[in-house]
Nanobody, 122 residues
Framework: QLQLVESGGGLVQPGGSLRLACVASRFIYYHAVGWFRQAPGKEREGVSCISSSSNNTHYADSVKGRFTMSRDIARNTVYLQMNSLKPEDTAVYYC????????????????WGKGTLVTVSS
């Protein structure tokens, strides 16, 4: 089973930035990797996705232009750079992986990390 560990969460003021990292236990170039988030009382939602075997990225409308996802193949790591953060971005952020997929379906991802908390507040 693929192990995923997220890091980089914390408390940040509105307008600030954070970079999340998701480190995998093995080579993940052939996996689609997604970032998801879940706010208190809300369902888990997709934030961004990088397709398997490529650097094609997809973003939720709510984060387009503010968040950027990238993959470091040598480090088995996927990043989420979050800029211009808003209070509504407050949530636990998870990364998840699915082998050989162009997309990251929230109900179809196979391996999940335990999450990292992002709090945007003044």
């Amino acid at each position: 089973q693929l192990q995923l560990v997220e890091s980089g969460g914390g408390l940040v003021q509105p307008g600030g930035s954070l970079r999340l990292a998701c480190v995998a236990s093995r080579f993940i170039y052939y996996h689609a990797v997604g970032w998801f988030r879940q706010a208190p009382g809300k369902e888990r939602e997709g934030v961004s996705c990088i397709s398997s075997s490529s650097n094609n990225t997809h973003y939720a409308d709510s984060v387009k232009g503010r968040f950027t996802m990238s993959r470091d193949i040598a480090r088995n790591t996927v990043y989420l750079q979050m800029n211009s953060l808003k209070p509504e971005d407050t949530a636990v952020y998870y990364c998840a992986a699915l082998f050989m997929s162009p997309k990251c379906p929230v109900d179809g991802m196979k391996d999940w990390g335990k999450g990292t908390l992002v709090t945007v507040s003044s």
